[in-house]
C-alpha cells in the first residue's frame, strides 16, 4: 500500500474516533488540577493507603504490611503511581495523586461510552459523564488521595460499560477487581450483570453466565494464588472477609438521618440534588423497560433494567452500612446514567436544535459546578507542606536509627518513608477487637509489647481515641507538638535537650512563634 494511502486510512480512522468522550475526560482532568495535586493534607484514611501502597512498590503485599478492611487492589494500584514516581524522581504522594486522576479521567471516558451505547446516543453519552463531574467529592477525593473509592469507581464503571456491550467475560474481570478494591462494590455490579444477561435464553444465557463466571475468577484467583504463594493466605482472609464478617459493626443511613443530608451535601456539593433526580431516573427508565416487552427485546433493553437493579441493590446496602457520604460512591454512575435517561428523552422529544444546545448547556454547568467545588475545597493554608516540614524537622533532630510507630496516624511512615514495627498502625473499633482477639495477651499485650520495643517516636491521630495507650504515653513518653493531622510523642529517654529541640523544630515547621500558645496549630496538649 503506497504511503500517502496509509497516511489517508490513518486520518480516516482518528477521523472516526468518538471525540466528546476524551473532551470530558480532558476537563475532568482540568478539574483535577484545580483543585491542586500537592494542597490537600495525608488525612488517617488517604495514609492508610499511601502506607499500603509504598510498602507494596517495595515488595510488602496488603495485609502483611498494613492490617485494613478494604480490598487489596486499594494498595496495589496506588502502588504503581509510587513506582512510577520513583522512577521519574517526584514525590510518591504526587505519583499515587496523577495515577488517580488518570484513572478518573478514564473513568469520566467509559462512562460516556456506557451512556452512548446504553441509550444509542452521543447527548446522553455526554450529559452522563458530564454529570459525574459535577459531584464535587469526585473530584476532591481523587485530587486528595489515595482512597479506594475512585479505584473501585472506575472498575465499577468498566463493568457497566462491558454488560452495555455483553462483553460477559469482561464484566466479570471488572467485577471481581472493583470487589477486591472495595469489597460492597460487588452488592451492586453483580446485579446489574446478572440481570443484565437476563433478556437471553437458553444457550445463550449459559454462555454468558460462564463467561461472566470465568472472567470473575481469574482475578480472583491469581490474587488468592499471588497471596498464598508469599506465605499470606490467612492475612488475605483475615483483611479481606474475617474482620468485616466478625469484627465490623456499622450502622445504616437511617441510624445518620440527623447528619445525612449534611454529610451528602458535603460531598456531593452543587450536584445535590442532581444525583437524587438521577437515581430516581435510572430507576424510572429501568422500570418502563421491564414492563415493556418490546422495550425490553430491544438492544441494551435488559441492560437498562440491569442498571436499575445494581442501584436498587447498592441503596439496600446504604441502608445496612453507612458512615459518612463517600459510601454512595457506588451509586454515582447509576445517578448519572439515569441524567442520561433525562438527556434522550429530552432529545426525543424535541428537535436536534433545541436538545444539542440544552444537554450542551447542561454539561457546562456540570463542569462548572464541579470547577466550583475545586477551588472552593482547595486547602489555602498548605497543611500537606507543613506536614512534610514537621517530619523533615523531627528527622533531623532524632538519631538516624530512630523508629517511628503509629498508634492512629500513618502520614509520618509515609512522609519519611519508614516502615511501621508491626502492621498494626490503626486502632478503629473494630480493629482493636481483632488484635485483642489474635496478639498474644490481647491489646493489653500488645501495648506491653510497645513498652518493650521502645520505638522512638509514637505518632497519634488527632480524632482516634487514644485510651488503650494512653499510660503507656503518660509513663515512658512526652507529647512535643503537632503536625496537622496528628501528635508526636517521644521516649522520656532522649533527654532533656532533644525533647526541648523537638518541640522548638515542630513549632517553627507549624508556623508559631516562641510566644503563640493558642489555636489547632500551635496548642498543646498534655502528654
Known amino acids: 500500500m503506497p504511503t500517502r494511502d496509509r497516511v489517508r486510512g490513518l486520518i480516516g480512522r482518528l477521523w472516526a474516533v468518538d471525540p466528546i468522550g476524551p473532551l470530558l475526560a480532558l476537563a475532568a482532568v482540568g478539574l483535577f488540577f484545580a483543585h491542586g495535586l500537592q494542597e490537600d493534607p495525608l488525612k488517617r484514611d488517604t495514609a492508610i493507603y499511601a502506607y499500603g501502597a509504598q510498602q507494596a512498590a517495595e515488595g510488602v503485599l496488603p495485609y502483611v504490611s498494613i492490617l485494613n478492611r478494604a480490598g487489596p487492589l486499594s494498595h496495589l494500584v496506588p502502588a504503581v503511581g509510587v513506582l512510577g ?26 462512562l460516556y461510552l456506557a451512556g452512548r451505547d446504553l441509550f444509542s446516543s452521543r447527548l446522553a453519552g455526554a450529559a452522563c459523564a458530564a454529570s ?48 477486591l478494591t472495595y469489597q460492597p462494590a460487588f452488592f451492586s455490579a453483580l446485579p446489574t450483570a446478572v440481570v443484565g444477561m437476563a433478556g437471553l435464553r437458553g444457550r445463550a444465557f449459559a454462555g454468558a453466565l460462564t463467561r461472566f463466571a470465568v472472567g470473575g475468577l481469574v482475578p480472583t484467583a491469581l490474587c488468592v494464588a ?21 469484627y465490623t459493626v456499622q450502622s445504616g443511613a437511617l441510624a445518620h438521618l440527623n447528619t445525612l443530608f449534611l454529610g451528602l451535601d ?11 433526580v438521577g437515581m430516581l431516573a435510572c430507576l424510572a427508565a429501568a422500570v418502563r423497560r421491564l414492563l415493556d416487552r418490546d422495550a425490553r427485546r430491544e438492544p441494551g433493553g435488559m441492560a437498562v433494567v440491569g442498571m436499575g437493579a445494581g442501584l436498587v441493590a447498592g441503596l439496600l446496602w446504604c441502608l445496612r452500612a453507612y458512615n459518612w457520604w463517600p459510601d454512595t460512591f457506588a451509586l454515582l454512575p447509576y445517578a448519572a446514567l439515569g441524567i442520561g435517561a433525562i ?30 467545588h ?48 508491626t502492621r498494626h498502625l490503626t486502632f478503629a473499633p473494630d480493629l482493636k477487637r481483632y488484635i485483642d482477639d489474635t496478639w498474644p495477651g490481647g491489646l493489653a499485650g500488645y501495648v506491653a509489647w510497645v513498652d518493650e520495643t521502645e520505638p522512638t517516636l509514637i505518632t497519634v491521630d488527632n480524632g482516634t481515641a487514644i485510651g488503650w495507650i494512653s499510660s503507656l504515653l503518660r509513663s515512658k513518653y512526652v507529647y512535643v507538638g503537632r503536625a496537622p493531622m496528628w501528635q508526636w510523642y517521644v521516649l522520656r ?35
Open 85 to 110: 514516581a520513583r522512577l521519574v524522581g517526584i514525590d510518591d504522594l504526587l505519583g499515587m495523586r496523577l495515577l488517580l486522576v488518570a484513572l478518573s479521567a478514564g473513568c469520566v471516558w467509559v
Open 132 to 179: 459525574l463531574t459535577a459531584i464535587g467529592g469526585f473530584v476532591v477525593i481523587v485530587a486528595g488521595g489515595p482512597r479506594d473509592k475512585p479505584i473501585m469507581l472506575f472498575f465499577l464503571v468498566c463493568s457497566l460499560w462491558a454488560v452495555v456491550g455483553s462483553r460477559w467475560a469482561l464484566a466479570g474481570v471488572f467485577v471481581a477487581l472493583a470487589t
Open 226 to 246: 499471588g497471596f498464598a504463594l508469599a506465605g499470606a493466605f490467612e492475612e488475605l482472609v483475615d483483611g479481606f472477609l474475617l474482620i468485616n464478617m466478625e
Open 266 to 276: 458535603h460531598g456531593w456539593g452543587l450536584a445535590l440534588w442532581v444525583v437524587p
Open 343 to 372: 438527556a434522550l428523552a429530552v432529545r426525543v422529544r424535541f428537535p436536534a436544535r433545541v436538545a444539542v444546545p440544552a444537554v450542551g448547556v447542561w454539561c457546562a454547568l456540570c463542569l462548572v459546578a464541579g470547577l466550583s
Open 374 to 421: 475545586a477551588i472552593s475545597t482547595s486547602t489555602p493554608d498548605n497543611k500537606l507542606e507543613r506536614q512534610k516540614d514537621s517530619v523533615a524537622a523531627v528527622l533531623r533532630v532524632v538519631p538516624p536509627d530512630a523508629t517511628i510507630l503509629s498508634a492512629g496516624s500513618a502520614a509520618a511512615l509515609v512522609l519519611s518513608r519508614r516502615r511501621n514495627p
Open 493 to 527: 529517654s532522649v533527654g532533656p535537650s532533644t525533647i526541648a529541640s523537638l518541640r522548638e523544630v515542630i513549632r517553627a515547621a507549624a508556623g508559631c512563634g516562641r510566644q503563640d500558645t493558642g489555636g489547632d496549630r500551635c496548642g498543646t496538649i498534655p502528654g
